[in-house]
């Protein structure tokens, strides 16, 4: 006996079409998703949001059997679409492209982002003049702009391109969240290979503001410091093109509600800064402290956007940790600050020097530094009167920048002396400095001097020479000029040096010229300025001036030629005849 139950022809066939629709609309859907794990897989290779944009164009037309596609981000100041890839236009499409961004942009586009949900447009557009589809791309819940397909002709769209579409703008969404995850820690990587190279606050400052802009892409940013009451923060730098500091925002207390978590450790979020910049601005910004390892709280960083959307939460612990790398770099810019200040005023010091009464002769110098952002450098000169009645006369550049060349320019200088009073000949003064310099210094470490003695009875200058640039002597008699080249090494280096030593007869109106090497290295593009340069200035200033003026002149010529990009000591030594 048969107990199942009959259904009525007309029944069976229903169910039977709706298990058929049923199991058409599963297939869909596993198509659907086999095709968005394969567009999963290739977006999640790429690295760049450009780079992602680029593939979703030339990839997602052929999930729509599409023909052209481009991608556009919002861009909020402009209140407008930016585009920002494309494919399948020909040069005079892709014109016309970019050319309605200028107008009211995509109106598509823009209905897509406000619905949140893709558009489809299946008979052909006023505008487009074809079947279109627009999907909104959402990144961190933010608007980031969207994608347009276009079709050859009409055509309907069913369920299955809107779970397409929808898991197209998922997926993509994903991928630029990725990519913007990318770029802020390619950003943070440059932003550390950047600070770590400077030490001069105007240098580290000015790579600080650009670094945070760029992290975020902000409009503007600023750096506060904490002033000397413990209380406030003074804007201290800023960098960006159409938003200027307000007046309201250049001191920030830190009473104020608002800006007193800077000082517990926290970064501090305004969605709205209309009323500080203006009435109608929409504009916010993110406030994170500097700290470093020995400065807990040493002032901010501030980044402003225009936007009243803020940024999210990894761009905000982005922005903290370039603040951190900040701190540190600002607070070794400091610390080289003062040690510099400490060295330029110790080498100022080393080059007051009292020069001795030597009748008939008078003595030149300048000393110029690089710029007035120039390391301290080595270079020194000296005058010794000594007991013999003689007159000592020294050139040096120590090698090295900084305080440390500054003190080991300060030792060599009195050690010098010490040795010429003790034994004033030239070759050996510069023996007995260079055995004790060998045993002090440093391997990576050494000193090039010019050493001589002038005898005003005879006016005879005898001159030893240790691996530093030939000195050079004027003769007014035929106004030509000679190289003194006495053998002897850089000092510091080896022990048991010998030093040869050169006299020289000085007569009324000749001039003794020695400099350090920041004169012949004044460069013009790759050309050097050298000393036949230097040979014919003196030639061509001698004759006119008096040793202060020649000197300074000597210095100039280079400085007209070209950079000069080291420490410079111009020293001249002659008859004043004027």
Known sequence: ???????????????????????????????????????????????????????????????????????????????????????????????????????????????????????????????????????????????????????????????????????????????????????????????????????????????????????????????????????????????????????????????????????????????????????????????????????????????????????????????SVLATQAAQALENARRFERQRSVARSLQEGLLRIETPSVKGFKVGTVYEPADAEADVGGDFYDVIDLPDGKVGIVVGDVSGKGAEAAAQTAMVKYMLRAFAIRNAAPGSVLFHLNNALARDLAEDRFITVVYGTFDPEARVLSLSVAGHPPPLVYRRDGGAVEAIHPSGSILGAFEDQNFESESIEMQPGDLFLAYTDGLTEARHGDELYGTERVIDSLKKHAPVGTAGVIARRVYEDAREFGRVTDDTVVFTFGCDVS
């Not at 276009?150 to 990519?179: H, I, M, T, Y």
Request: hydrophobic fraction near 45%; charge should be negative.
């Open 1 to 319: 006996m048969d107990d199942g139950i009959r259904l009525a022809p007309e029944e069976a066939e229903r169910r039977i079409q709706e298990l058929e629709r049923t199991l058409s609309s599963l297939r869909e859907d596993s198509e659907v998703a086999y095709v968005l794990l394969g567009l999963s897989g290739a977006l999640a290779e790429v690295r760049s949001v450009e780079e992602t944009l680029d593939l979703a164009v030339r990839t997602i037309p052929e999930l729509f059997g599409a023909t052209r596609c481009f991608a556009a981000a919002w861009d909020t100041p402009q209140d407008r679409f930016a585009v920002f890839a494309h494919w399948g236009y020909d040069a005079e499409e892709e014109a016309l492209l970019h050319k309605q961004t200028e107008g009211d942009g995509f109106p598509l586009l823009k209905r897509a982002l406000e619905e949140r949900s893709p558009v489809f447009i299946s008979d052909e557009d006023p505008l487009l003049g074809r079947a279109a589809i627009a999907i909104p791309l959402i990144r961190w819940g933010e608007d980031f702009g969207g994608l347009r397909l276009e079709f050859p002709a009409p055509r309907s769209f069913g369920a299955k391109d809107a779970g397409l579409a929808r898991g197209v703008a998922r997926q993509v969404g994903v991928a630029l969240n990725n990519a913007r995850r990318f770029t802020l820690l390619k950003a943070l990587r440059g932003f550390g290979l950047r600070i770590g190279t400077g030490l001069r606050m105007s240098d580290v400052t000015r790579v600080v503001l650009a670094g945070a802009g760029d992290l975020l892409a902000a409009d503007a940013s600023w750096l506060y410091f904490l002033d000397t009451s413990q209380r406030a923060l003074v804007s201290s730098g800023s960098s960006g093109g159409r938003l200027a500091l307000p007046e309201r925002l250049a001191r920030l207390d830190l009473e104020d509600p608002r800006w007193a978590p800077l000082a517990e450790g926290r970064t501090v979020t305004v969605g709205e800064l209309g009323a500080e910049f203006g009435e109608g601005s929409d504009v916010s910004a993110l406030i994170t402290p500097l700290q470093s390892a020995t400065t807990p709280f040493m002032g901010a960083l501030m980044v402003v956007l225009e936007t009243s959307k803020m940024p999210g939460s990894e761009e905000r612990e982005a922005l």
